[in-house]
């Protein structure tokens, strides 16, 4: 079945350094791509997306590029602030579309100033 | 726009006790779903609806039943507490698939946190 991978936690870096958070997927067909954002004590929001391979979704300085042919969705930032410090989560959702997300485990970053 | 609200956000319960976590959205979203939210095991998906009156199973739906007879609401039912319960539970809704355009992100609500002694 589908299934998604994540590099495990927590990363912890200084502010301003460059952040990249791993993560591959297995799926059939040609599923969507999610990053989601997790704040201390809040529920998910949605950080950036990507529908078709070699799209690249991105939001907040954060980017992700859908690679087929690696099977992959990295998560980079060029330089991280305190306030990014959060659990960040890469997901799919399958062809199908039937509203399901499949999510990794998640990746706890921690920045300090 | 509420967006997806869920009550309540805290609940304690006894092993063996029955509830029902509430879910609803405001966004005429067709697709809702429920998902557990367990340390180091990400969020996994319990039972879904795709639309009023029809729903399905996830990959961990034992101890946990649902129905759907608005579109508006979700409600996730224990029928009897077991401390593996205790987790953080998430409601997210979607959009309709007859959008022309592809667009299934999903909205997730604030969660309940559930203590099962």
């Known amino acids: 079945g589908d299934s998604v991978t994540q590099m495990e936690g927590p990363v912890t870096l200084s502010e301003e350094a460059f952040l990249t958070i791993n993560c591959t997927y297995t799926?059939?067909?040609?599923?969507?791509l999610f990053w989601y954002v997790q704040y201390p004590g809040e529920g998910l929001q949605l950080l950036l997306k990507?529908?078709?391979?070699?799209d690249k979704g991105s939001n907040k300085g954060f980017e992700a590029t859908y690679r087929k042919e690696t099977t992959s969705f990295h998560l980079e930032k060029g330089s991280v602030q305190v306030s990014d410090s959060a659990v960040y989560f890469c997901?799919?959702?399958?062809?199908?579309?039937?509203?399901?997300?499949?999510f990794g485990q998640g990746t706890t970053l921690q920045v300090k100033p | 726009n509420a967006g997806v609200t869920q009550t309540p956000k805290f609940q304690v319960l006894k092993t063996g006790q029955s509830m029902t976590l509430q879910c609803a959205q405001d966004?005429?979203?067709?697709?809702m779903s429920w998902y557990r939210q367990d340390p180091g095991m990400g969020l996994r998906l319990i039972h879904y609806?795709?639309?009023?009156?029809?729903?399905d199973q996830g990959e961990v739906p034992n101890g946990y039943n649902v129905s759907r007879s608005t579109t508006e609401d979700f409600p996730l039912r224990l029928l009897s507490a077991a401390p593996s319960q205790t987790s953080v539970y998430f409601c997210?809704?979607?959009?309709?698939?007859?959008?022309?355009?592809?667009?299934?992100?999903?909205?997730f609500g604030p969660g309940t946190r559930l203590t099962v002694l």
């Open positions: 997210a809704s979607s959009y309709s698939r007859r959008l022309a355009v592809r667009t299934d992100t999903q909205y």
């Open positions: 609806s795709v639309g009023a009156g029809i729903t």
């Open positions: 997901a799919l959702s399958g062809s199908s579309n039937t509203g399901k997300l499949i």
């Open positions: 990507a529908t078709k391979a070699n």
């Open positions: 966004m005429n979203h067709e697709y």
């Open positions: 799926a059939t067909g040609y599923p969507s």
